[in-house]
């Protein structure tokens, strides 16, 4: 039977559906053109929010229309909704056959050769492991140029609004061995720049006992490596962020000018009812240090409106650290209770029309910002590692998209017809759009 794979959430959840998409196949599994051609239907969900578990449960529903159609057909639920619902989805819905965790991925591909073999099985995979759970690559011959690196898993932090710790478990750090090898058979195979990716990546290695070596080193490490030529990584906690990783931004050649910092809220009451552990001055005092060493960073943050307690005062603050700042881009988000997590029981909770009303309010000045920052790089320069052809192609010309060193996208036209995927190109910016750049090629 054919597979489709439908990927709900973060960038974890997108780089565990490509493990497994290359896993199925080099497992002998097809993949569907399309959804309404397969049999084997895999949903990996998030649930980090309300929204995007509700879109789990109404997709779930819409199957039922294919499943019915085919009646050796079945659905199979992974990721944090399946952590947090487990063996209850085979009750709601009959049709789901498998439910697995994110440490039960690694075992999908076994499991659903036995489920094609007896149709009357079930199976979940959702124990958590003490380790992190080492899968093989089944990369393909050829990569594109930009690609993601697991390094860790799960979190210790329990933020009182997260689910996290309690979906994908305790911290678990990789081996450094197996990142470093994985990263040189990346660059080997054509990948020019690399994303690390984890919870907390600042944290990494503290879970070792002193036997694994400490995020900057893994940086260092990394940098060193011949053929890389961008190194990135996400997501960092501020109060983990070290003197050494910030040092890393004014030293190592590939570490690209980014940085993704959430700030969540710019209210210290409502920081410390969030448990997050550090102030909005120690914050500021952060982003003092790395533009003091990296001038040119791009920062990037996450935001919550609507925090249990939040009055007008606070949110009035979380802008005022916006204007601070200045986020070059950020993700807003409506706060919303999840099971099982601290802020569920904390209150006054904040109504549906306020919170609404906040995050319009914080979106458009989040805009103004964006475009100030955007129209500030016109006339500029900077190396441009081009992905592939626009979505967007105008006539007469071969358009082009890439990214800037700081994460931006940048569209750039071509007149001859020449495959560029990978290239890093020096670019000139020519014009700032909404979200992007348009440049051209500097001679
Ligand atoms: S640091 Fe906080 S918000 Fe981030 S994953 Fe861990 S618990 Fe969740």
Not at 100 to 128: C, N, T, W, Y
Request: hydrophobic share 35%; net charge positive.
């Amino acid at each position: 039977m054919k597979y489709h794979i439908q990927t709900f959430g973060c960038q974890m959840n997108v780089s565990d559906s490509d493990w497994l998409d290359r896993s199925l196949k080099s497992a002998g599994f097809e993949k569907a053109s399309a959804e309404d051609d397969a049999g084997i239907f895999i949903i990996n969900t998030c649930s980090v929010r309300e929204k995007p578990e509700q879109k789990v449960y109404s997709h779930l529903g819409r199957l039922k229309f294919f499943l019915e159609k085919n009646p050796s057909a079945f659905a199979c639920v992974g990721g944090c909704v399946a952590q947090q619902v487990g063996r209850d989805f085979f009750q709601r819905f009959p049709y789901v056959r498998l439910v697995f965790g994110p440490d039960g991925l690694g075992m999908v591909p076994g499991a659903l050769k036995r489920l094609e073999q007896d149709p009357a099985l079930k199976i979940s995979l959702l124990d958590f492991e003490d380790y992190y759970p080492e899968k093989p690559g089944n990369w393909p011959e050829r990569m594109p140029p930009r690609a993601f690196v697991n390094i860790m898993q799960g979190c210790d932090n329990y933020c009182a609004y997260c689910v996290v710790p309690y979906t994908r478990g305790r911290q678990k750090s990789r081996s450094s061995r197996e990142i470093i090898n994985e990263c040189r058979e990346l660059i080997r195979l054509g990948v020019k720049e690399i994303t690390l990716l984890g919870q907390n990546v600042n944290s990494f290695g503290r879970d070792k006992n002193g036997l694994e070596i400490s995020f900057a080193r893994l940086l260092r490490e990394l940098n060193s490596i011949q053929g890389l030529r961008r190194l990135r990584f996400t997501t960092s906690h501020p109060k983990d962020m070290s003197s050494g990783v910030i040092k890393a931004f004014g030293e190592l050649e590939t570490l690209c000018p980014h940085l993704h910092l959430p700030l969540q809220s710019g209210s210290d009451k409502i920081l410390k009812d969030m448990g997050r552990g550090y102030t909005t001055q120690k914050y500021l005092e952060l982003v003092d240090s790395l533009r003091l060493v990296r001038p040119d960073i791009t920062l990037s943050t996450d935001l919550i409106v609507g925090f249990p307690g939040e009055s007008d005062e606070d949110f009035q603050l979380t802008l005022e650290m916006m204007n601070d700042v200045g986020f070059d881009s950020s993700f807003s988000f409506k706060y919303s209770d999840r099971p099982g997590v601290r802020a569920a029981l904390m209150g006054p909770k904040i109504s549906e029309e306020v919170k609404s009303a906040r995050l319009d309010v914080l979106q458009k000045l989040q805009q103004e910002w964006t475009a100030k920052k955007l129209a500030r790089r016109v006339g500029s320069s900077d190396l441009v590692l081009m992905d592939g052809p626009s979505k967007k192609q105008k006539a007469g010309v071969y358009s082009w998209q890439g990214r800037d060193g700081g994460g931006r996208v940048v569209n750039i036209d071509f007149h001859n017809r020449e495959d560029l995927t990978g290239m890093i190109l020096p670019v000139r910016f020519t014009r700032a759009k909404k979200h992007s750049l348009e440049g051209e090629v500097a001679s």
